[in-house]
């Protein structure tokens, strides 16, 4: 991969084509707001609207290349786009699956069908892929996965399960994690594999959330999937670079998720607090109310910093480094919003928790950053083994 130019002059800034793609994206937003968010999910359960002109505009795409309907740019220009998005209370948590994990892991290290069958449409946004990784006892963890591929004859069998998976009843496909046997050492390995939703053998089932959201939640089941050879995704010998190569974007999109939401929080606290007069004058003169709301906008900028740095050196052709920074990027992005939700719940009182406000909703939403796709302990762990390199804990 080649190094983009410079993302950052010494002043931090973006570039001019960086901060024109926000404002466009900001545009965008005029017409899908929160409002629009929240009507689209009562009324038809999901934001169709949305990721089709997102998508017409090239924005759902604008990380992969342009030889298949894509922008060029790199994950970068994507996080952008999610962050914009949240800030105007529209996050699309699919594109964290779809184009970031699914589309840069194909973009890399698929075949040369591969890119044409997935890619063009992924771009356009005619195409959704979903991500199944994990499990229900193994959580995240790569080592423990037990869903298993054998070969039979220039097939592939899958058996196993995964648990909460986004949006696989609308995904054309779902890019499955399991392990093969490495023939040299008969231990398990991961591999990649796209499942069609209409396999025999994949079947999922939804689990009900309490969460809001146009992307809904499932356990998958696969029972003797049988897929051709070219289901494999890559090298089948390269599973956890090539799975890295799609986690670290993940990450790096789970901080833009989370730092837009915190800005779109901290802003309508802000206003409100900047008009709602008691005793004469505004409750943000006050400094109970006001340096709260200043210190969520010092860790929401912080968290954006630590994001941009990771999608730089993503972009840039630098897994370790980008690993390292994205983890930090998507805990400090998961605590500036959860922090920044319950401060403007607080400002707002009891108008926190109305539906006029749009605020209450977000108490649930803005939890998942702490969660998933990581949960934050698992991050600490990571810096301490990997960053002060102090013994593992686990």
Known sequence: MTAPAATFDNAFTESEERRALRAAVRQLGTRYDRAYYVNALREKGHTDELWHE???LGHIGVNLPEEYGGGGAGISELAIVLEEMGANGCPLLLMVVSPAICGTVIARFGTGEQKRRWLPGLADGSVTL??????????SNSHRITTTARRDGDDWVLNGAKVFISGVDRADATMIVARTEDARTGRLKPA???????TPGFEYRAIEMEIEAPEKQFQVFLDDVRLPADALVGDEDAGLMQLFAGLNPERIMAAAYSVGLARYALGRAAEYAATRQVWKQPIGAHQGVAHPLARIRIETELARLMMQKAAFLYDSGDDAGAGEAANMAKYAAAEACANAVDQAVHTLGGNGL???????????????GRIAPVSREMIL????QHTLGLPKSY
């Open 354 to 368: 109305t539906a006029e406000y749009g605020l209450a909703s977000l108490l649930t939403a803005s939890r998942v």
């Open 130 to 139: 979903a991500f199944g990784i994990t499990e229900p006892d193994a959580g």
């Open 381 to 384: 762990n990571y810096v301490a």
């Open 192 to 198: 990649l594999f796209l499942v069609p939703r209409t």
């Open 54 to 56: 997102a998508a017409k």
